[in-house]
């Protein structure tokens, strides 16, 4: 579900979903990314971020389906 700001009556129902599992070792350096994620998509976008870990992680995908 995709929201509008803070108004839920803007709400919407996203065309598609993702999933994505982090083994708990991997924990403390996925908060880092998340606490770094402003500069960091300061140098590379988000889509183009996932794009790329999608490709590295040889996952099929249409981006027709992957934006909306």
């Known amino acids: 579900m995709?929201?509008?700001?803070?108004?839920?009556?803007?709400?919407?129902?996203?065309?598609?979903?993702?999933?994505?599992?982090?083994?708990?070792?991997?924990?403390?350096?996925?908060?880092?990314?998340?606490?770094?994620?402003?500069?960091h998509h300061r140098k590379q976008t988000y889509k183009d971020e996932f794009i790329e870990f999608l490709e590295k992680h040889e996952i099929e995908y249409d981006e027709r389906y992957v934006w909306d």
Do not use: M
Not at 10 to 32: D, L
């Open 2 to 39: 995709k929201t509008k700001g803070r108004d839920l009556a803007g709400f919407h129902w996203q065309t598609g979903y993702g999933a994505f599992t982090v083994s708990k070792s991997s924990v403390p350096a996925v908060k880092r990314y998340i606490e770094n994620q402003k500069e």
